[in-house]
């Protein structure tokens, strides 16, 4: 055996790869179902995961009236999305908005249009968002309408990443800053 | 007519899963069909609650909320590991159940299985009460480590594992307990030995459930993250889930020791009777 062969025994064997990269979320690998779902976009087409096959996804649920939450983590989505230069059309990041009562194509396309032009709004019925929901073991719910009709709406703070075949990577929160979450979509960019 | 669709939508499983239906409904079937043996009102009242409560934190929405609230989780584990079990177990089910499994299926599958080798090795193993003791605690520790516990929200096959175990466990647990005369082995544990173990697995979910309750840091992110059913602070989640690991089901523990203490004066009772209605022959 030659000592070039050896040594990539040895590396194969001390588990060497692309598996020692580390993340500043939480690694989802193999853990979570492929991206899929049926939703619809602001201009009230119809939208599958296939129409993002090839790029990076962030998967965020929210709603477009919500006034804290929600528009940090686009901001800070959007910043390291934008900080990625040229690669940035590469990723996508994916709004869901749990809220289709209120957040019709209308709302969802000039919401989307305030972050980035990598952001796209979606929404669906009621059963196409409690699939998608479903699938990533995530949880939505209304509060009670106030006066003015106005009501809450409680929904997860994950950002679920899936690599450019769809499969699911990582599991992203917005504390983490953009920096950091633009290290982690660099990395899935060169590392397919 | 809207609370009865709402009724009967909270009843449908949340995540079907035919492995659970399969076993339950076999279950009460085999129990159903067996019902010449074993005509005791109150003990088939136990299994009968027993195994619908299992069954109900499996496969009705209530599963839904138990993966998006702490609290709910842990109570949903409180009822597969110590209730439900403990109760199937008390209804001492287990020749009820063998006489009415189909004919077929007793003689090829479950008399074969049962004076297997393989099988009784096993069970000597785990229902040693050291290791049946070890393992009562341990899993409830080991699926609560804040970083597997998290991973076990998120993948399903992991969820459902973590479930069936605490499910087995606690049916295997309360069995090595309350099994006063084991077939074929002399060895029965003495009372004041069964007792001792309960009130030993009691003290590390004391530690555990206290600790997670009165820990000031948020452990188990994955509900904040994934989003909680309603509006409950992730301090307060935590709080309660705590509690529910520390109190009901160290009283579990408190539960088991008295009802053995019964079945021990009155065996002992009983003994006495016997002994000196001997005496009396003499």
């Not at chain 2, 516990?149 to 479930?163: D, R, V």
């Not at chain 2, 307990?177 to 082995?185: L, T």
């Amino acid at each position: 055996m030659s000592r070039a062969h050896l040594i990539a025994l040895l590396l194969l064997l001390s588990g060497c790869g692309s598996e020692t990269t580390t993340w500043h979320g939480r690694n989802l690998h193999t853990l979570m179902p492929d991206l899929a779902f049926t939703l619809h976009d602001g201009n009230d087409r119809q939208i599958t995961a296939a129409d993002y096959a090839g790029k990076v996804v962030l998967l965020y649920f929210g709603y477009a009236h919500c006034d804290d939450v929600c528009p940090t983590t686009l901001t800070t989505l959007a910043h390291a999305v934008h900080s990625l230069g040229n690669e940035a059309d590469r990723v996508r990041i994916l709004f869901v908005s749990v809220d289709p009562r209120r957040d019709t194509p209308e709302v969802l396309r000039h919401h989307s249009r305030h972050f980035s032009p990598q952001l796209v709004g979606l929404s669906g019925s009621e059963a196409q968002l409690q699939a998608l929901a479903k699938r990533y073991r995530v949880a939505y719910g209304y509060g009670a309408p106030g006066a003015d009709g106005a009501y809450q709406v409680y929904h997860s703070s994950a950002i679920f990443v899936f690599d450019a075949r769809g499969h699911t990577r990582l599991l992203l929160e917005e504390r983490l800053g953009a920096a950091a979450i633009a290290q982690d979509l660099r990395q899935l960019l060169i590392t397919p | 007519m809207e609370l009865l669709a709402k009724t009967l939508a909270f009843l449908a499983p949340d995540e079907f899963s035919p492995a659970v239906l399969v076993t339950c409904a076999g279950a009460a079937w085999f129990y159903h069909r067996g019902r010449r043996v074993e005509r005791a009102l109150y003990r088939a009242t136990l299994f009968w609650v027993g195994l619908l409560l299992i069954y109900g934190v499996l496969q009705t929405h209530y599963d839904f909320y138990a993966q998006h609230m702490f609290f709910l989780h842990r109570l949903q584990h409180l009822l597969l590991h110590h209730l439900a079990p403990l109760l199937i177990v008390l209804a001492q089910p287990g020749e009820r159940l063998r006489a009415g499994a189909p004919p077929l299926l007793r003689k090829h599958l479950i008399d074969p299985l049962l004076h297997s080798r393989l099988l009784h090795s096993t069970m000597t193993l785990i229902q040693q009460p050291v290791m049946a003791g070890v393992l009562f605690f341990g899993l409830i520790y080991f699926w609560l480590i804040p970083d597997l516990h998290f991973i076990a929200m998120l993948n399903l096959p992991l969820y459902n594992a973590m479930n069936w175990g605490m499910a087995i466990d606690g049916l295997l647990f309360w069995w090595m307990v309350f099994n006063m005369r084991r077939e074929g082995s002399s060895a029965a544990y003495h009372f004041g030995g069964r007792i001792l173990l309960l009130f030993l697995v009691m003290i590390p979910q004391i530690v555990i459930g206290a600790a997670i309750a009165l820990s000031g840091q948020e452990l188990f992110e994955v509900y904040a993250v994934c989003g909680r059913v309603w509006p409950l602070s992730a301090h307060v989640d935590q709080q309660l889930g705590g509690l529910i690991t520390w109190i009901p089901a160290a009283m579990m523990s408190v539960a088991g020791a008295l009802l053995l203490l019964q079945r021990w004066l009155r065996e002992q009772g009983l003994a006495t009777a016997g002994g000196a209605r001997c005496r009396e022959l003499t």
